[in-house]
């Protein structure tokens, strides 16, 4: 975390040691909707071979599923290369898993199952921006950091069973979770003028956590990857 907080400061003195002290300050703000990829990482937490077993299980499981990132932004023009920004955004992180088998002898119980598991989080992201170019058109550059609080974890479970019906079952629970996050954010894309005062940024993303999302054997970490879609007023 250190290390990636000092990236940020060597950029950010780099940039401003670049600029003509006489450049334009401005504010803008925005909104932001970010369709994302998301999934998670799992790793051996203990050593033990029958946690190398479950992470191996998980693998051949789970994957990715579709989630989102939106909110609101504040942006600060230090210079034509610089700006600043920060907010407040949602994010619906997560992952599923495939249809799998189910081995009861009763041919009342369920025959196969899938799992959906939903994280939610309200993030306060800090960001620096680099743009490039003196058209309507710019290409655009940024590192920061989102802090994410969880406000909901949850795991919906649908059951198959042999008559052809199914049964969905939901099940919500923050208590044994690591309530912060720390997701490093890195993305490039453009960022066009519509008017004098809107600006319309596409950029795909992606943000990685830091924080494990709980204590156990099995380590597990989300991540998140999409194509950010911003409009931004100028206020000044």
Known sequence: MKRFLLIISLFISFALKGQDKATTQKILIGINFSPDYSSRTLKNGDGASSTGQVVNSRDDREIAKLGYTTGLNI???????????TGLQLANKGYKTRI????????????KAKASYTYR?????????FSFGKHKTR??????????????????????F????????????????????????????????????????????FRYGLIKTKDAP???????????????????
């Not at 290409?139 to 198959?160: C, D, E, P, Q, R």
């Not at 999409?226 to 409009?231: A, D, P, S």
């Open 218 to 236: 099995v380590t597990e970490n989300l991540w998140n990857a999409g194509v950010n879609l911003g409009l931004y007023y100028t206020l000044n």
């Open 100 to 111: 799998w088998d189910l081995t009861y002898p009763d041919p009342s119980l369920p025959t």
């Open 121 to 129: 989080y309200i993030g306060i992201p800090i960001k620096a921006k």
């Open 75 to 85: 942006r600060i023009n230090f210079s034509p290369l610089l700006s600043f920004e």
């Open 162 to 205: 042999s008559n052809g019906t199914r049964q969905k079952m939901s099940r919500s629970d923050t208590y044994d979770f690591n309530k912060v996050d720390f997701s490093p954010e890195i993305n490039l894309g453009i960022d066009y003028q519509l008017t004098k005062v809107t600006r319309l940024l596409v950029e795909p993303t």
């Open 139 to 160: 290409f655009v550059s940024g590192i920061g950091v989102v802090t994410n609080f969880l406000l909901i974890a949850k795991t919906s479970t649908t059951y198959h």
